[in-house]
Antibody, heavy 122, light 106 residues
Framework: EVQLVESGGGLVQPGGSLRLSCTASGFTFSTDSMNWVRQAPGKGLEWVSYITSSSSTIYYADSVKGRFTISRDNAKNSLYLQMNSLRDEDTAVYYC???????????????WGQGTLVTVSS | DIQMTQSPSTLSASVGDRVTITCRASQSISSWLAWYQQKPGKAPKLLIYKASSLESGVPSRFSGSGSGTEFTLTINSLQPDDFATYYCQQYSSYWTFGQGTKVEIK
C-alpha cells in the first residue's frame, strides 16, 4: 500500500524557517518524481514545487521561488521542503504528492499524504 | 501562466442527480487535465487524468471529457459519498488548479 506521511509542520514567526519531511513507503520511491502542494485555510490547492527522481530537474512556483528548497534522499525514501523567510501568506496545509510516471513522468498526482499544517504568525 | 476557471463554484444537487462541472483553461492544454475530489480535512483524491482516463478504483459514474480549453467532469447518479469539493488541474505547463466546485446536498 502506497503511503506518504508528512511531518515538520508547526507555528513559526514571520521571517522564520521550517523544514518539512515526507516519508514514502509501499512503492519504489527512487523512480518517481514528487511534488509539494499547499492549501491555505478555507482556500483551494496551490502547487509549490516539483523534483524528479534523480533530483536533476526542480521547479518552483513563483510565490516561493528563492525562499523554498525542495530536496530528496532516495536512500531514506524521503522528500523535503526547506522553507525560509516565511510569510503570513505561507500559512497552509502542505501535502506531498506522487507523480506516478516513473522516469517518463505522468505529471498528475496519484497519491497524496495527509498533510502537515504550517502556521506563520507572530 | 495558465489559469484554470471552474464553474459553478457551488452546486446543489440531490442523490441520483446527474452533475456536470466545467473547467476552462486560459490557453490550450491539449488533454493534460486531471480531476480531484477532496473532502473536508482530507487529502485530494485523483479521479480522472488525461482529461478522460478513469483512475483505477474510481467508480464508473465519474467521467471526464474535453480537450483544448474546455473540459467537463460528469457524475452520473450522484451518491451520498460524492458530496465534496472537486478541483481540475492542468499539467501542460507546470501545474495550476481551478478554484474548486463544492457539490452540496440540495
Amino acid at each position: 500500500e502506497v503511503q506518504l506521511v508528512e511531518s515538520g509542520g508547526g507555528l513559526v514567526q514571520p521571517g522564520g524557517s521550517l523544514r518539512l519531511s515526507c516519508t514514502a513507503s509501499g512503492f519504489t520511491f527512487s523512480t518517481d518524481s514528487m511534488n509539494w502542494v499547499r492549501q491555505a485555510p478555507g482556500k483551494g490547492l496551490e502547487w509549490v514545487s516539483y523534483i524528479t527522481s534523480s533530483s536533476s530537474t526542480i521547479y518552483y512556483a513563483d510565490s516561493v521561488k528563492g525562499r523554498f528548497t525542495i530536496s530528496r534522499d532516495n536512500a531514506k525514501n524521503s522528500l523535503y521542503l526547506q522553507m525560509n523567510s516565511l510569510r503570513d501568506e505561507d500559512t497552509a496545509v502542505y501535502y506531498c504528492a506522487r507523480d506516478p510516471g516513473g522516469n517518463s513522468g505522468a505529471y498528475y498526482f496519484d497519491y497524496w499524504g495527509q498533510g502537515t499544517l504550517v502556521t506563520v504568525s507572530s | 501562466d495558465i489559469q484554470m476557471t471552474q464553474s459553478p463554484s457551488t452546486l446543489s444537487a440531490s442523490v441520483g442527480d446527474r452533475v456536470t462541472i466545467t473547467c476552462r483553461a486560459s490557453q490550450s492544454i491539449s488533454s493534460w487535465l486531471a480531476w480531484y475530489q477532496q473532502k473536508p480535512g482530507k487529502a485530494p483524491k485523483l479521479l480522472i487524468y488525461k482529461a478522460s482516463s478513469l483512475e483505477s478504483g474510481v467508480p464508473s459514474r465519474f467521467s471526464g471529457s474535453g480537450s483544448g480549453t474546455e473540459f467537463t467532469l460528469t457524475i452520473n447518479s450522484l451518491q451520498p459519498d460524492d458530496f465534496a469539493t472537486y478541483y481540475c488541474q492542468q499539467y501542460s505547463s507546470y501545474w495550476t488548479f481551478g478554484q474548486g466546485t463544492k457539490v452540496e446536498i440540495k
